[in-house]
């Protein structure tokens, strides 16, 4: 089978098995909602409201139906592309989510661009000099950037960047000024669409801190997985080869060691940009970002089951398309990939 066919049949493999596990997830999201403690009711109506209350509440939003059949109408909805209606404000799934996800996605390439460019710039200098000072410092600072806990550090910079110097806002998305105009729902975007660049500026400067946060957070993991396979691909076969033929350093670095090394952290790029969509949520409480995250953790503590539920497939099926995304590039770039 030649490796066209190989590649095709891993690429429909992948795929078939993307669905199964968005069923997976849904149905494991579903059951945990339903036998966490508490009532979605009582986050309704409070402690006090009478039983008569309470139990027509529970008609009117299905909750009184066996457990297999509300199962049943959650994923026939979610096949037909109905997140349902939230439980508080009757407002539809879909919209909140579409309201929140563009904030979440600005933040995390943000993030992604100061995780990237922090850490490559760490990892280059520690390879650069090997076993150096440079290198010893880099390599603690991989690891004390991912042992920050990260509400601590988001709350250090916080205070010092926006209390202490007054450099940037303290939270929130916008300043107290007139928006762009709504065209793609991210603000950086609407601002230059719209040539309003007073409000690209308060855009910006609202953005840099939470992202910068983030990027800081994530950016040792990028530096020591750069270095560590930069290591790797600097002691094998062919790079010696281009030694004993007197290729300069940089060449050898950049031209042969750089592209087997980044296949590897490409791997952790792709996975890194779909976890933090989801996966900010104390940089997002921290800050006030109104991002999906922080809209996770709201319906989490109104017991908002539609909302949550929602929330999650959605993020689920941005970790799995971007999953597959990038192993078929690696399968794609990489011959040495077995499939």
């Known amino acids: 089978m030649n490796r066209a066919r190989a590649l095709f049949n891993y690429s429909m493999t992948r795929l078939a098995l993307a669905p199964l596990m968005l069923w997976l997830i849904s149905t494991l999201v579903f059951l945990l909602l339903r036998i966490a403690p508490g009532d979605p009711v009582d986050a309704i109506l409070g402690n006090r409201a009478d039983e008569a209350a309470r139990e027509a509440m529970r008609m009117k939003l299905g909750l009184n139906q066996p457990l297999l059949n509300q199962y049943l109408k959650f994923i026939n909805d979610l096949v037909h592309g109905d997140l349902g209606f939230s439980l508080n404000t009757q407002e539809a799934v879909s ?28 990892g280059f200098a520690g390879i650069l000099k090997p076993n150096g000072k440079t290198d010893f410092a880099g ?104 030694r004993t033929r007197g290729i300069n350093k940089n060449q050898i670095i950049f031209s042969h060691a750089l592209p087997n090394a980044l296949l590897p952290v490409l791997t952790i790029t792709g996975l890194t940009v779909a976890s933090l969509i989801g996966g900010a949520l104390l940089i997002e ?3 006030s970002w109104p991002g999906i995250a922080l809209r996770l953790q709201e319906a989490i503590s109104q017991r908002d089951y539609p909302i949550v539920q929602g929330i999650i497939v959605v993020i689920s099926m941005l970790v799995v398309t971007v999953g597959v995304v990038v192993d078929l590039l690696i399968a794609l770039l990489d011959p040495r990939v077995s499939y």
């Open 285 to 287: 409480i921290t800050f």
């Open 139 to 242: 390599r603690l600072y991989g690891i004390g950037t991912y042992a920050l806990p990260p509400f601590w550090a988001a709350m250090l910079i916080q205070l010092f960047f926006a209390v202490i110097l007054g450099w940037f806002p303290v939270g929130g998305r916008f300043p107290l000024i007139q928006p762009p105009p709504e065209i793609t729902g991210f603000l950086v975007i609407d601002s230059l669409l719209s040539f309003n660049f007073p409000a690209l500026i308060g855009t910006l400067r609202h953005l840099f801190l939470p992202s910068f946060t983030l990027g800081f957070l994530l950016s040792g993991i990028f530096s020591r997985s750069l270095r560590v396979n930069m290591e790797k691909s600097l002691l094998t076969g062919h790079i010696e080869a281009a």
């Open 95 to 122: 919209e909140i989510i579409s309201k929140a996800l563009p904030a979440s996605i600005e933040l995390a390439f943000a993030a992604l661009i100061f995780a990237t460019v922090i850490g490559f710039s760490i």
